[in-house]
């Protein structure tokens, strides 16, 4: 069973960058679909991006296409996601989480613990 835990979040300035690390402990990892989701108070936690073991497909949410960007290292056991232009709408707690639907893009069981990132001026 993985173990998922994340890091990176913090608090930043509409326009700017951030970088959300995920370590995951466990041997299966290298084979898992992997996404990151995000959680707003008083809103239902959504998909962000997922991204295949292989790491040569990715899909994201219209709301960060063309800002947010989904990575994996199965080195090193690791999914980022980069995110850039931030916007207030986007202060929420960033989950990592496994896949087991990639079409449908439904959760798994194994969800790290989130990071809280805050953008705000």
């Known amino acids: 069973q993985l173990q998922l835990a994340e890091s990176g979040g913090g608090l930043v300035q509409p326009g700017e960058s951030l970088e959300l690390s995920c370590v995951a402990s466990?041997?299966?990892?290298?084979?898992?679909?992997m996404a990151w989701f995000r959680q707003s108070p008083g809103k239902d936690r959504e998909f962000v991006a997922g991204?295949?073991?292989?790491?040569?497909?990715?899909r994201y949410a219209d709301s960060v296409q063309g800002r947010f960007t989904i990575d994996r290292d199965n080195r090193e056991n690791t999914i980022y996601l980069q995110m850039s232009n931030l916007k207030p709408e986007d202060t929420a707690v960033y989950y990592c989480?496994?896949?087991?639907?990639?079409?449908?893009?439904?959760?798994?069981?194994?969800w790290g613990q989130g990071t809280q990132v805050t953008v705000s001026s």
């Open positions: 989480a496994t896949l087991s639907n990639w079409a449908r893009l439904i959760p798994g069981d194994v």
């Open positions: 466990g041997s299966t990892f290298s084979r898992a679909l």
């Open positions: 991204i295949v073991p292989e790491g040569h497909i990715r």
